[in-house]
């Protein structure tokens, strides 16, 4: 196969070519790094150790700087008291679930009083309503 193989311009001797079982790229493709918010995610989730009232109590990175924050606030930090204000603003306002409101159910009809609510109602969209009929 060698004889009838040229040598030249993008054509390698055999010597030279990839070997079979080795890769071009031993060491492959560099890894993607992290973003920001994922390293920090990390950092924050890390969990630490706090003496609270004399007691050891375990928490993440992340609640350990709210309580910080939280503590400086109340010794009248304005700066501190302002981040957790703006902290707490953000997560209210994303935490509330869905549209709310009130469903408001009349008292129970008699079918005679049903049927006639419905055809006063439908009455405003023909257009043809009598005012002695409306309550």
Same mark, same amino acid.
């Given at each position: ?36 918010? +994922?390293?920090? =995610?990390?950092?924050?989730? %890390? #969990?630490? /150790? ?7 109590? @375990? ?14 606030a ?5 700066? +501190?008291?302002? =981040?957790?204000?703006?902290? %707490? #603003?953000? /997560? ?5 679930s869905?549209? @709310? ?5 009349p ?29």
């Amino acid at each position: 196969m060698t004889g009838d193989y040229k040598v030249g311009y993008k054509k390698p001797p055999p010597s030279h070519r990839f070997q079979p079982g080795k890769s071009g790229n031993p060491k492959g493709r560099p890894k993607k790094s992290k973003n920001l918010g +994922a390293l920090l =995610a990390g950092i924050l989730e %890390e #969990t630490i /150790t706090l003496r609270e009232d004399g007691a050891m109590r @375990t928490v993440s990175k992340g609640e350990a700087m709210l309580l910080a924050q939280t503590h400086k606030a109340m010794k009248g930090d304005t700066r +501190a008291f302002e =981040a957790i204000l703006k902290l %707490e #603003t953000k /997560t209210a306002s994303s935490s509330a679930s869905g549209p @709310t409101g009130v469903l408001v159910v009349p008292g129970p009809l008699t079918e005679e009083e049903w049927e006639k609510r419905v055809e006063q109602h439908q009455a405003k969209f023909r257009g043809n309503i009598n005012n002695e009929d409306v309550a």
